[in-house]
């Protein structure tokens, strides 16, 4: 029971440095949290009115608005590969190690700030809609499942994105993976109708992770029939996390020993 509670608070620690430090750094803080929301502005404004939605027949900033939160909480959440690459490669690790704590807190500590911190901005984002003219159906229940949707995905590319930073070998490689994560839901079915994109487009967007995610938020939001996408992407988000997770853990394990 001691140990359990010395490590918790080790735990605790680490995520609050790690948002002090977020905090400090004012340009990264403003692109997180304002991006999306030009990003929707810019969509729903100067594209909208010339984007149809397909067979869904719904307004378009209720077709977008669920793509959006998922580029406001991934962007954010790629990010911690940043993070994490400068602790690996700034000697801050060094550090770590003198010190009597448990070695799989430091990447946990990176994955739960990136959980509160991205799942803030998406609140953020969501309110901006709000103002935009965006106005959901949910029922509390469905604002309790939304809110496990968005964790879960921010919680999937944080630990997926704690492993592509310790691959590789400096903070700059580990910025390519914000640039992937935040135009994955441009080939998706978030954006624009993926039954307007040409064979192999749409056949991708159809299949890749986002689009059931997408379409698990926008039921949830507009109190829709959910159909099977909640279960594929309770699939897609929980197999990431048990394949990502264990192998984030050994190759820390791996460089720290080395």
Known sequence: MSTALTTGGDLYRLVGRNLRRETRILDGLIVNTALPVIIMVLFVYVFGGAITTGSSGLAYIDFVVPAVLLMSGGYGA???????????????????????????????????????????????????????????????????????????????????????????????????????VLFLPYLSDGVVPAETMPGALREFAYHQPVTPIVATL??????????????????WLGGTVVLSVPLAAHLFRRRTSS
Do not use: K
């Open 218 to 235: 926008r039921s949830l939001l507009l109190d829709q029939p959910l159909g099977t996408s909640g279960w594929v992407a309770a699939a």
């Open 78 to 180: 790629a990010l911690t590969a940043v993070n994490i690459a400068e602790d690996m490669t700034g000697g801050m690790i060094d550090r770590f190690r003198t010190l009597p704590i448990a070695a799989w807190a430091v990447p946990a500590g990176h994955v739960l700030a990136s959980v509160i911190r991205n799942v803030m901005a998406c609140g953020f984002a969501l309110l901006a809609a709000i103002v935009l003219g965006f106005r959901p159906d949910a029922s509390l229940t469905d604002w309790a499942w939304v809110l496990v949707v968005l964790v879960g995905y921010v919680l999937a590319l944080s630990s997926v994105a704690v492993l592509w930073g310790l691959l590789v070998r400096s903070a700059q490689a580990a910025g390519a993976f914000s640039f992937v």
